[in-house]
């Protein structure tokens, strides 16, 4: 990608998350803030927009220690998940998005578990991307994020393996990467998934695995932005 292109991209993540503050917040929320650099983005606006008194008696939920404390550095009351009955809203991001199905993949950030806990706590879950996330189907541009309890990981590997996919250990300086919850993450490339909804229990049910990143059936809302527009795609009847 271009600077250029990098550019456009993140004018249009700053777009989505404008429109998610401007949409879905109101004063005395309690609001679910997802992990990600877009979600980021919806952070920072929030709070921008809250340190000069747009909204008053927010209460967040953070689902990364590194969602905390940028949400911190800009006054924003983070507290802990059991600390609230409920969300009013989330915000957050996705890796790809199927418009058609609402399915999405998410856990690049490596917050899936987290992600996964606070949207369901949550009476809407809205997720804000720019439009490069959309896919035809889900696996398409990236692998599913697995994520594995450390102990035994290689077998859960080849557990995993035997689903069709090829499941390569997240690695960060020279380690493996490591979740906020100290797992270890799996990202298992399959081929396009024709079935999501048919693999998220498989992979669900492997022993070892924590979590995945097939979201399907979460998103309530989402907002894309493309060049010199954001849209609301509507969730399909079920």
Avoid at 74 to 98: H, Q, S
Wanted: hydrophobic content about 40%.
């Amino acid at each position: 990608m271009s600077e250029t292109q990098a550019a456009d991209q993140r004018q249009q993540k700053i777009a989505a998350a404008a429109y998610a503050v401007d949409t879905f917040i109101q004063s005395g929320m309690h609001i679910g803030l997802g992990s990600g650099s877009t979600s980021e983005l919806f952070v920072e606006e929030l709070g921008r927009r809250a340190s000069r008194g747009d909204f008053q008696n927010l209460l967040t939920v953070s689902t990364s220690e590194k969602v905390t404390a940028l949400a911190q550095t800009f006054g924003l009351t983070v507290v802990p998940l059991d600390d609230v009955t409920f969300l009013d809203v989330t915000i957050d991001g996705a890796d790809e998005i199927d418009p058609v199905t609402f399915g999405l993949t998410k856990g690049r950030g490596g917050a899936l578990l987290r992600e996964k806990m606070v949207a369901a706590a949550s009476k809407l879950e809205v997720i804000i991307a720019d439009y490069s996330k959309l896919v035809t189907r889900l696996g398409e541009k990236w692998p599913i994020p697995v994520e594995i309890v450390p102990f035994g990981w290689h077998h859960t590997a080849g557990r995993l393996r035997s689903l069709g996919c090829d499941p390569i250990l997240r690695i960060h300086n020279e380690k493996p990467y490591m979740t906020d919850g100290g797992n270890y993450v799996l990202d298992c490339r399959f081929s396009p998934l024709e079935d999501p909804l048919g693999m998220a229990p498989l992979i669900k049910n492997t022993v070892g695995v924590v979590e995945h990143g097939l979201f399907i059936g979460v998103a309530g809302r989402i907002v894309i932005a493309a060049p010199g527009q954001v849209y609301e795609v509507q969730r399909p009847a079920l």
